[in-house]
């Protein structure tokens, strides 16, 4: 079964906007990861945060992650319409399998 | 480089036929792999945990008699679709994560039983 709920289920922004993400979860962690999926396609890694940090960045990505509140948050700056695409949180408890949210579809318009 | 490996990427059935997917770890001996499915615009579902020389275990709601998994060596997993219908169109997709790393996801199968 799916970990939790993303928010929003969908974006729109215009190109140079930032854009924010939120994942939250319901069970312990050993990491949180976020991964994009272009339509019809594979995974895509992102970037993947441990239990016991609180904010990560690669490149124009911005991670955060709150065990306490049990979520995190993607945030993209200065988005491209190449971003265009789906995001999903991925959790990974101590037995490795992995729990996906929902998903948030971003539209980045040129 | 790929680190896992799926195969076919995409397979047309006949409603009725069973459909094998192959999912190869191609760097790293997976004692244990992991099957999604997700449908269109959807997330992706875990199926099952495939366990090198056991049976694999299912999550709830998913019927082991009709997606067979095999897990016969430390760099091969299969999932067999057996007897498909239209309802299993999906895309299915196996994974392995390598401790508290990244996982590792195939590139999917996209199923379609006409």
């Known amino acids: 079964s799916q970990q939790g709920e993303e928010d929003p289920q969908a974006l729109s922004i215009q190109e140079g906007e930032n854009a924010t993400m939120n994942c939250s979860y319901k069970t312990s962690i050993n990491n949180l990861q976020w991964y994009r999926q272009n339509s019809g396609r594979g995974l895509v890694h992102l970037i993947l945060?441990?239990?016991?940090?609180r904010e990560k960045h690669s490149g124009r990505l911005r991670v955060t992650l709150d065990t306490s509140k049990k979520s995190s948050s993607l945030l993209i700056t200065a988005s491209r319409a190449a971003d265009t695409a789906s995001y999903f949180c991925?959790?990974?408890?101590?037995?490795?399998?992995?729990?996906f949210g929902a998903g948030t579809r971003l539209t980045v318009k040129p | 480089g790929a680190v896992v490996s799926q195969h076919p990427s995409r397979v047309i059935c006949k409603s009725g036929t069973s459909v094998k997917i192959e999912c190869r770890s191609l760097d790293f001996q997976a004692t244990t792999m992991f099957w999604y499915r997700q449908f269109p615009k959807k997330s992706l579902m875990l199926m099952a945990t495939?366990?090198?020389?056991?049976?694999?275990?299912?999550e709830q709601g998913v019927e082991k008699d009709k997606f067979l998994i095999n897990h016969a060596s430390l760099t091969l997993s299969t999932l067999t679709v057996t007897s498909a219908h239209p309802e299993d169109s999906s895309f299915y997709i196996c994974?392995?994560?390598?401790?508290?790393?990244?996982?590792?996801f195939g590139q999917g199968t996209r199923l379609t039983v006409v």
């Open positions: 994974s392995q994560t390598r401790g508290n790393t990244e996982a590792f």
């Open positions: 945060i441990r239990s016991n940090e």
């Open positions: 495939s366990n090198e020389g056991s049976k694999a275990t299912y």
């Open positions: 991925a959790t990974a408890s101590n037995n490795n399998d992995m729990r």
